[in-house]
């Protein structure tokens, strides 16, 4: 494991992202689901690990802010960048993935991006 000098708690994400990493792979058949979450925007990617390719990605950006039962602001907006890449997904054929959390708890905004990509026709 990396030692760390300036714990950061950016740098500790990182530690945290690399641990999961080694055990999280990306096939071409099961691609990894990887979610990055900034301040301001969240970005997703189903990654080929074998070929080192993505295979599609949505921002937040993309996608229109709208209504979801029970969430609102980043959280809703993350719910609909997970359904968006499933649709995307379903349409090239990719049905079963892995998900990488990215060292991020799973919560908010990231179990939003989980739950959508699963109401979108995704099996992890």
């Known amino acids: ?4 000098l300036n714990k950061t708690k950016n740098n500790l994400r990182q530690v945290r992202h ?11 058949d099961v691609p990894r689901l990887s979610v990055f979450r900034g301040l301001r925007s969240l970005v997703t ?6 070929n080192g390719k993505t295979l599609c990605a949505v921002k937040s950006s993309e996608v229109k802010a709208g209504k979801v039962d029970g969430k609102t602001g980043k959280v809703a907006e993350a719910y609909l960048v997970g359904k968006k890449l499933a649709e995307k997904a379903v349409a090239a ?3 079963n993935i892995v998900f990488d959390r990215g060292g991020y708890r799973y919560h908010g905004r990231v179990a939003a991006v989980a739950e959508g990509a699963r109401e979108g026709g995704l099996k992890f």
């Open 45 to 50: 990617q189903l990654i080929d690990d074998a």
């Open 1 to 4: 494991m990396k030692r760390l």
């Open 93 to 95: 054929g990719i049905s």
């Open 18 to 28: 690399a641990r999961v990493r080694a055990r999280v792979k990306g096939t071409k």
